[in-house]
């Protein structure tokens, strides 16, 4: 049987026919869709967890119970689960332990760009990277294999292509005949004490020159000869456009790209009279090629930065580009957020309070976007309290009152309760805003534990955020309704005043969020165009539902609309025009 399957839908499905029993992940684009694909195999245990480390330490406890386990996230995750992973090589397995890791070249929905072949390597731990649908399914599969069988968690790297792109996958049966899972104690294995670590550490070194060996006569490592006038090292990806862009190079096209099969690579070289290595990112497989004495092409012609695309290695190799059908240039069309989105009236009122705003990472980093121009730092996830902290302790008194953290409901109970912790411990002045919409929204709408919902649908308890945060020693905490401009901004300003430590806490969810009793669309609103002056001021929120229609004599005299499809009746546009020309539409 076939099926059409994005990466990430095949990715699922090789886990289901692994014989998988516990998938665990925080969602994080490109890698959501994976663990949104293994609820629909109910024999995988399917979970989002708070955060990354968190999610792999449930793989972990089910591998060491005996289970095959899954764990996924996007590259910036490894940076939070880089503590379990590192010592986990050095443990090993009882079941096979995927841990899979989309990257995002070009940085499409991330802050960074980071290159995940890099921890593979620092962790000493197997790296597979498909390039297809049909090898993200079959890669899943082998990497639980090796995982058994060479005692070591393995790591398979999408990227943002491989992950949403489609192809044709034949799909297989689930496998039958796995060890029943069970306990079994085994610390001299498990417990990594030092005594214990340092006898591990040379299996680990052993496995991998065994996998580099075995890996010159696996076939997914596999040599095309065409051309012998050049030849090409790649991966992933990189390999759709090589073969695209140059059909007669002889290729090494790499499956597992760590640890490299350093037979087949000095076979490879032997072959061809050049020697090429196409590869988006950092020169990873080229400096290693290069360490093994081989004379090799690569960055000097391809960019360290953004994502391979068939015109850029046209242009590397000084190949003609296809003559262009487009239209011309299309305009922009930067994010913004939705119309009704509850975040925007909060950082009105901090643009209008002039406060420095440390940010976090979610759909509120858009407060940073014009008009609304309200955030002034964004690193990483949970980063935003500590940050705060941090510019309290150097600034004058005056102007800590400015300082004001924003974090929204999951990426606080991610990474930011500990920031809010020690805020409160070292008694930072700072104020802490979470933007509370009851879901993870960025990435696509996830449950969190705060919403009270399971990855698969079930009730569960739900964190209280107020409660939690008392919990902390929190003395001074504001719950607020975002929608009312007047009562956001007045609260937000009475706490900034403050000497210790408050936190003000929003209480509208999410416009597009997935469950209709939590959200209701309020009445359409419309532009009375009759009072309407032209002063603008209703464009200051930024909202995508109101347009501004030029005059008909084509002065630059003009009136706001409202676009009724889009329109969520928030009321904060309302609540700016001085004029009264918005309301409930008749």
């Known amino acids: 049987m076939r099926e059409i399957l994005s990466g990430n839908e095949a990715i699922a499905r090789g886990a289901f026919e692994a014989g998988c029993l516990v998938a665990c ?15 629909s195999y109910k024999e995988i245990d399917s979970s989002w967890a708070p955060n ?4 792999l330490e449930v793989a972990i406890g089910a591998s060491f119970g005996g289970g095959r386990a899954l764990c996924t996230m996007k590259h910036v995750g490894v940076n939070v689960a880089a503590d379990p992973l590192f010592t986990l090589a050095y443990t090993g397995v009882r079941g096979g332990l995927v841990l899979v890791v989309a990257d995002d070249p070009e940085m499409h929905s991330s802050q960074n760009e980071q290159d995940s072949r890099n921890y593979a390597r620092f962790a000493k731990v197997p790296m597979l ?19 058994e069988q060479y005692d ?4 398979l790297r999408s990227c943002t292509r491989i992950s949403h792109g489609k192809s044709i996958v034949e799909l297989g049966e689930r496998v039958t005949g796995l060890p029943e899972p069970r306990l079994e104690k085994n610390p001299a294995k498990l417990v990594m004490l030092p005594g214990n670590a340092r006898v591990r550490h040379p299996l680990v070194e052993k496995s991998l020159l065994e996998l580099s060996e075995a890996g010159s006569a696996m076939p997914l490592n596999r040599l095309e000869l065409r051309d012998p006038s050049i030849g090409i090292i790649t991966s992933g990806v990189c390999y759709q456009y090589v073969r695209e862009v140059l059909p007669e190079a002889s290729t090494l096209k790499l499956g597992m790209v760590h640890p490299l099969p350093q037979s087949l690579i000095r076979d490879f070289a032997s072959r061809v009279d050049k020697l090429y290595v196409v590869e988006e990112l950092d020169p990873f497989i080229e400096q290693q090629v290069r360490a093994m004495g081989i004379v090799a092409t690569g960055k000097e012609i391809i960019s360290l930065c953004g994502e391979m695309t068939p015109g850029r290695l046209r242009n590397a190799f000084g190949l003609p580009q296809p003559v262009a059908t487009s239209p011309g240039k299309l305009p922009g069309r930067p994010p913004n957020m939705c119309p009704g989105c509850p975040h925007r009236g909060v950082f009105f009122a901090l643009n209008q309070l002039k406060a420095y705003v440390t940010g976090d990472i979610g759909c509120y980093t858009l407060g940073f976007m014009p008009p609304l121009s309200a955030m002034d730092t964004c690193v990483c996830m949970g980063a935003s309290i500590g940050m705060a902290t941090g ?3 150097v600034v004058s008194d005056e102007e800590k009152k400015k300082v004001v953290a924003v974090i929204g409901d999951s990426t606080f109970l991610h990474t930011g309760i500990n920031g809010l912790m020690d805020m409160v411990y070292n008694n930072s002045p700072a104020t802490v805003v979470i933007l509370d919409n009851s879901i993870t929204a960025m990435t696509g709408r996830q449950d969190n534990p705060a919403t009270g919902f399971t990855l698969m649908d079930d009730p569960a308890h739900a964190v209280n955020i107020p409660l939690l945060c008392k919990a902390l020693g929190v003395k001074n905490i504001r719950i607020i309704n975002p929608l009312d401009l007047e009562e956001t901004k007045r609260v937000i300003a009475e706490e900034m005043e403050r000497s210790e430590t408050s936190v003000v806490i929003t209480n509208k969810p999410c416009v597009l969020i997935k469950r209709e ?14 009072a309407c002056t032209g002063c603008r001021a209703c464009l200051k929120i930024g909202c995508p539902a109101i347009e501004w229609r030029p005059a008909a004599d084509g002065s630059k005299k003009g009136k706001a609309w409202i676009d009724p499809l889009l329109c969520t009746g928030c009321d904060v546009c309302r609540q700016l025009c001085k004029f009264d020309a918005i309301g409930s539409e008749k």
């Open 25 to 39: 992940a925080y969602p994080g684009t490109p890698s959501t869709e994976i663990l949104e694909n293994t609820i």
């Open 52 to 55: 990354e480390k968190v999610a």
């Open 517 to 530: 009793d939590v959200f209701l669309k309020g009445p359409v609103y419309a532009v009375d165009t009759e």
């Open 129 to 147: 990277e498909p390039a297809d649908s049909q090898e993200c399914k079959d890669f899943t599969r082998l990497a639980f294999e090796l995982s």
């Open 152 to 155: 070591t968690p393995v790591m």
């Open 391 to 393: 510019v309290t302790k």
